[in-house]
């Protein structure tokens, strides 16, 4: 029969045990306050960790479709961008995090989504492009665009409206290979139908209802790096995740349970917006 010094010894023990909490039931606020995610976040940002770790739950307060995703979809496309080294405040439009509806298992999901501007920058840090831009083409700026040699000619002073008629892109390698594509809007349109996951193929989605412009730009950026560009090891994994649905449970070192003190936090206080300045993740006002 056990004694009563066992038994109280047995219940200090359990009381000194870590806490072990399903991921998935967790806020995003409790869910980055763990030691295991700000280990995670802390090896790919190192001092860097607590703003970029500020700037996603200030991306998140800010964002009702966000709110209702998965928090472990939102850290694993939060992580892309970290491992990238690339912003996630959708006003920069290098990086989104995209909330969409998952029809197969049922709930809203985070997906990572890179910008043309994103894409600019991974190219750039190779040291290999002398120069590369794309812009939007309006009525009147067209003059010629020959398919079969690349040979555009446009009068950046020609526009007779606002209206944008297709999008061109251009680099120029260090060692003299330059490229020029050019899209137009009916083969832009084309494209994302084509790709849209959406049951109504022609309804807008995430960027390409707030932002056309942006996600044609990065369109036409992204198909022609991927055919004539150079990748360095980081755009080759650009290209991979981008938009690429992940499992949640790959997120952790162990799927279904986050060791840990935190606290849970009561949604209704989680609105609040925490000042990017700090140089520490508060995680007492906001989830």
Known sequence: MATNSALKNQLANKQDAPKKVSAQSLGLKALLSTPTMKKKFEAVLDKKSPQFMSSLLNLYNG??????????SIVSS???AATLDLPIDKNLGYAWIVPFYDSKKGHTAAQFQLGYKGY???????GQYKAINVIPVYEGELVKWNRLTEEIELNLDGATSDKVIGYCGYFKLVNGFEK???????????HRIKHNK????K?????????YDAMALKTVLRNMLSKWGILSIEMQKAFTEDEAEHEVKDITEDSSVIDGDFEIVDDEQSEQPIDTEQTEVSFDDVQ
Do not use: C, F, H
Request: glycine fraction near 4%; avoid cysteine.
């Open 78 to 80: 939060a992580l892309v």
């Open 203 to 211: 309804a807008l989605n995430g960027v390409w209802k707030s932002d």
């Open 120 to 126: 600019i920058q991974l190219a750039l840090r190779t």
């Open 198 to 201: 959406l049951k109504d193929k």
């Open 180 to 190: 020029t594509v050019y899209w137009t809007r009916e083969q832009i349109e084309s």
């Open 63 to 72: 964002d009702q479709g966000l709110m209702k995703a998965e928090p472990m």
